[in-house]
């Protein structure tokens, strides 16, 4: 079941819709990531409880929504791989894995590093940020098991079982820990303040969101043309073995 | 005025890092899927340009 | 008797041959609860906080180690393309392998737990619940773990992987099987757990199969 290019027949035409959308993808996280940057560190006040410290809310709480997002996103990929037998569900499947899982890991850095000054500690086994660890698991057990075959496709159509399996499996590990959080959580420690939303902290945390939508878009596209390249190579260097 | 805004309320230790922990990893995935892509085209250009 | 049951009797038989996967399974929970034992340090009172969390983790990891050879055996010799083309269809195929597995390793360790309890200082008033909860989590393990198995059917060091994929898959069955016990254990209400935790299994019986089904499915080609 070599994947032949003729059954591959539309990343030719998703090469050319990648191409034309990346630079307006780029260029509006660029601008996104400028304007973010400025509210977040300068344009916004401190927080009347936490201080400065609420900014560096400003990147974990976007970047937990896109660990989420790009969990999600290869989800979704996978279904359509395993459904429609889809090639392309893969790459872009194999493709959103890393990135997610990046987001994965600064959610959680930044979530120890507010963290400390909140709660006197780095790790705090609040609810939010142990499911984040368990969703960085969850990415890394994706990533092995698809790197762990010979045959990239057999890696592949295994990942993206693997990939649904687990994302039913996050609500239910969000409830789970929640639960676990409820019961062993004297109420005091872990109030994770949610500060008020206030229009001064609501407009960088959107403006930092779009911000980091546009560049997972951005990635994204980058390493699925990436992507088929590499399988184009694939399967030249197969025709030239059995040339 | 640059001071009091480098030292983030007493809190320099945590907001920065932070930041630079996120601008870090873009970079690296920024990086990475570039070249991938770069490296690509480029043994792709190669090898199509020698079947020709 | 169904092919079912045939299926299910012959890889009982295959495993009880070699007994060994049984008492392996027990064992390794046995080291598990004596190296925390070392770790923590022999005062009742500190192992007896920790006793259930111990003693699950302890059946969790124990339940690991023989699945990656789950499917492997078949798979190598082929007689899984035989299953596949055979009368069961192949999610009945994981549901029984999974029992087997279940009838392995998952009845000794709930055979075990009191006794791995006991060694950790458990007060013997949340032995019942602890027995309820295993009854009711150990065959989650085995189902989760019948499709990761059917997943690194073939995949380089398959029984790693195995575990890495599995485990976190299995913590709201680890969550709810500690809760349970940990509520008995101090007079509260044990029933909440534990009916979460048969709401796992029931979830993880009607799923997992056709999970693994669709992994051997790959596998197969």
């Known amino acids: 079941m070599t994947g032949s290019l003729h059954r591959f027949a539309n990343p030719a035409r998703f090469q050319r819709l990648a191409r034309a959308v990346l630079p307006w993808c780029a260029g509006g996280a660029a601008v996104a990531f400028a304007l973010g940057l400025y509210l977040a560190l300068v344009a916004s006040p401190p927080d009347y409880q936490q201080g400065d410290t609420v900014r560096i809310m400003y990147v974990h709480v976007p970047a937990a929504w896109m660990a989420l997002g790009g969990y999600t996103t290869m989800a979704l990929a996978s279904a359509v791989a395993l459904i429609w037998r889809h090639r392309l569900g893969d790459l872009i499947a194999q493709s959103a894995a890393p990135i997610g899982a990046g987001f994965t890991i600064i959610a959680l850095v930044t979530g120890m590093l507010w963290g400390q000054p909140m709660w006197g500690t780095f790790w705090v086994w609040d609810a939010r940020l142990t499911s984040v660890l368990v969703l960085l698991f969850l990415y890394l057990g994706y990533i092995a098991l698809v790197h762990a075959f010979d045959d990239p496709e057999r890696g592949a159509r295994a990942g993206a079982i693997l990939a649904l399996v687990g994302w039913i499996n996050v609500p239910i590990v969000k409830f789970s820990v929640d639960w676990w959080n409820t019961l062993h959580q004297p109420a005091s420690i872990s109030r994770f303040a949610k500060p008020a939303i206030h229009p001064s902290i609501l407009t960088p945390l959107l403006v930092m969101a779009a911000a980091f939508m546009l560049l997972f878009a951005t990635l994204l596209l980058l390493r699925v043309r990436a992507a088929i390249v590499e399988h184009r190579l694939r399967t030249l260097a197969m025709a030239r073995a059995r040339g | 005025m640059m001071k009091e805004f480098l030292e983030m309320g007493g809190y320099a230790a945590f907001v920065w890092p932070a930041y630079g922990a996120t601008l870090f990893v873009l970079a690296l995935l920024i990086v990475d899927s570039v070249r991938r892509l770069k490296r690509g085209q480029d043994e792709l250009a190669r090898l199509e340009g020698s079947e020709e | ?221």
């Open chain 3, 1 to 221: 008797m169904t092919p079912f049951l045939v299926l299910i009797r012959r890889d009982l038989a295959l495993s009880l041959r070699q007994a060994a996967d049984a008492l392996v399974a027990v064992m390794f929970a046995v080291l598990v609860v004596v190296l925390f034992a070392f770790g923590v340090g022999p005062e009742a009172n500190v192992l007896s906080r920790i006793s259930a969390g111990v003693v699950w983790v302890a059946a969790l990891l124990a339940a690991m180690l023989s699945l990656d050879r789950l499917f492997q055996a078949d798979h190598d010799d082929g007689s899984l393309e035989q299953l596949a083309l055979g009368p069961l269809p192949l999610w009945s195929v994981a549901l029984a392998k999974a029992t087997a597995h279940w009838l392995v390793t998952g009845v000794p360790l709930i055979v075990a737990a009191p006794v791995l309890a006991l060694m950790l200082a458990m007060p013997p008033d949340g032995l019942a619940t602890l027995l309820a909860a295993m009854i009711l989590g150990t065959p989650c393990f085995s189902l989760l773990g019948a499709i990761g198995a059917a997943l690194v059917l073939g995949a380089r060091r398959g029984g790693v992987l195995v575990a890495f994929l599995v485990l976190p898959l299995a913590i709201p069955v680890l969550i709810f099987g500690t809760a349970a016990t940990e509520a008995a254990l101090t007079g509260l209400e044990a029933a909440p757990h534990l009916m979460l935790l048969g709401a796992c299994l029931l979830a993880t019986l009607a799923l997992a199969p056709a999970a693994a089904a669709a992994a051997l499915r790959q596998a197969v080609g």
